[in-house]
């Protein structure tokens, strides 16, 4: 839905929602991010309750509760505004939105895809960028199909970072999940480990493989 936006970028046609900041196109990853206001990070904070049952505010104007450290606990915390995002655990490894975002990098300045959209949905708990596939073919009655390259990635426990080919422009959380229902063809990467340099070649030739599959929608589309 369009009220799960909280803020975007896009390059080309304005959403149908209208929302979100229109820029340039051929924006870079980076350029994209901040246009986006995706350039904030997050930490993994330690959890902590209190010595005693009834007191359930943290802030204690008695100052006669004592806190305790809630092992293997911990929250994922947004640092720009101390937003708390998600609870999680000892072994959650948190991606920042910089890294996910510096994935498109490589096929950017290759000039394989532009930058379309990104942002921010659920108050920060889901981010995406989506860039378009410099190549695409046409149906009868000059219908132009194109492909894109979505990534998303979540600040909740629970939910892994996806990267796809999708025929969809996502725009808001509508697109979004219809994008990620539709395509079965997709590179997961849990919380569990970094989203370093060996990740993410896995992630290139597993979307290599993708363009398969767009070769694939292209003619069962003609057909």
Known sequence: M???????????????HG?????????????????????????KRPAFTTD????????????????????????????????????CGESYVPFQNAEVMDFFKRFTEAGKMEM??????????????????????????????????LLNNSHQVGKAMTAMLTPIRVVCNNTLTLALERNQDRFRVLHLQMFDEEIQKAAEEALGLSTVQMTKFQEQSEF
């Not at 799960?4 to 046609?13: D, L, N």
């Not at 860039?131 to 194109?146: C, H, M, R, Y």
């Open 52 to 87: 005693k049952p009834d007191c359930w505010n943290i802030i204690d104007p008695t100052g006669e509760a004592g806190f305790l450290r809630c092992p293997d606990n911990h929250f994922l915390v947004r640092d720009s505004d101390n937003k708390v995002l998600s609870p």
């Open 19 to 43: 929302l979100g900041k229109k820029v340039d196109n051929g924006m870079t990853p980076e350029q994209m991010l901040k246009a986006a206001q995706l350039d904030w990070t997050v930490s």
């Open 116 to 149: 379309e959209t990104a942002g921010s949905l659920k108050e920060g708990k889901d981010i995406w960028g989506l860039a378009k596939l410099t190549s695409k073919f046409s149906l009868p009655g000059n219908d132009e199909v194109g492909g894109y390259l």
């Open 2 to 16: 369009s009220h799960e936006v909280e803020t975007m970028a896009y390059a080309g046609e304005v959403p149908w």
